[in-house]
Nanobody
Framework: QVQLVESGGGLVQAGGSLRLSCAASGRTFSNYVMGWFRQAPGKEREFVAGISRSGGSTRYVDSVKGRFSISRDNAKNTVALHMNSLKPEDTALYYC????????????????WGQGTQVTVSS
């Protein structure tokens, strides 16, 4: 089992920045590919960013490329999502997730999930 706890969400004006953090406990963190997903009301859960076990490879959804950055610290068992130039359409509940295999975009590929942290971007 891997337990994931997100933090760092909040209310921010358009153009602002936020840093989300996800703390992991349980199994060996460095064995897991980590992903960030988001879900807005009435919409499906969407892949935002993913990072490989070593941190050497990352992947982003097109809508956040150049604005968001994912990073991990295997010594501290944490993964972060740095969000800049936020837009109202980035408003959603953001989740971190873990799996053992590859960076993929399907929520069903991820075995462990946090409870989510709300990000609200005002115009």
């Amino acid at each position: 089992q891997v337990q994931l706890v997100e933090s760092g969400g909040g209310l921010v004006q358009a153009g602002g920045s936020l840093r989300l953090s996800c703390a992991a406990s349980g199994r060996t963190f460095s064995n897991y590919v980590m992903g960030w997903f988001r879900q807005a009301p009435g919409k499906e859960r969407e892949f935002v960013a993913g990072i490989s076990r070593s941190g050497g490879s990352t992947r982003y959804v097109d809508s956040v490329k150049g604005r968001f950055s994912i990073s991990r610290d295997n010594a501290k068992n944490t993964v972060a999502l740095h969000m800049n130039s936020l837009k109202p359409e980035d408003t959603a509940l953001y989740y971190c997730a873990a799996q053992r295999v590859l960076i993929t975009t399907l929520p069903s590929d991820y075995n462990y999930w946090g409870q989510g942290t709300q990000v609200t971007v005002s115009s």
